[in-house]
């Protein structure tokens, strides 16, 4: 009887990127807020829209959902994404 081992290692080839600069200020900027499908995130994001739009001059808030939370992020919701100067994840419950 022959035995077989499996080697679970990847050989795909690690992408290294450069860090985005942190923003200074979100005034004048366009945030997105993603909803994570969890129970009260809806307020909790819209609270977040309230006070970001008037405590730090945010000029767009961007809508985002995940369908739940235990999913990641869906491709089309990830490119619109791109839109957004910064993006906020709303973990309800």
Same mark, same amino acid.
């Given at each position: 009887?022959?035995?077989? +081992?499996? !080697?679970? =290692?990847?050989?795909?080839? +690690?992408? =290294? &990127?450069?860090? =985005?600069? &942190?923003?200074?200020?979100?005034?004048?900027?366009?945030?997105?807020?993603? !909803?994570?499908? $969890?129970? &009260?995130?809806?307020?909790?994001?819209?609270?977040?829209?309230?006070?970001?739009?008037?405590?730090?001059?945010?000029?767009?808030?961007? &809508?985002? $959902? $995940?369908? !739940?939370?235990?999913?990641? +992020?869906? =491709?089309?919701?990830?490119?619109?994404?791109? @839109?957004?100067? @910064? +993006?906020?994840?709303?973990?309800? !419950?």
């Amino acid at each position: 009887m022959a035995i077989c +081992v499996l !080697d679970p =290692t990847s050989e795909e080839a +690690v992408v =290294t &990127r450069q860090s =985005t600069a &942190r923003l200074t200020s979100l005034a004048g900027r366009t945030v997105g807020l993603l !909803d994570n499908g $969890k129970l &009260r995130v809806h307020e909790l994001l819209n609270h977040m829209e309230t006070l970001l739009r008037t405590e730090h001059g945010v000029a767009e808030v961007l &809508r985002f $959902k $995940k369908p !739940d939370a235990s999913r990641p +992020v869906p =491709t089309e919701v990830l490119a619109a994404m791109h @839109a957004c100067d @910064a +993006v906020i994840s709303g973990v309800g !419950d």
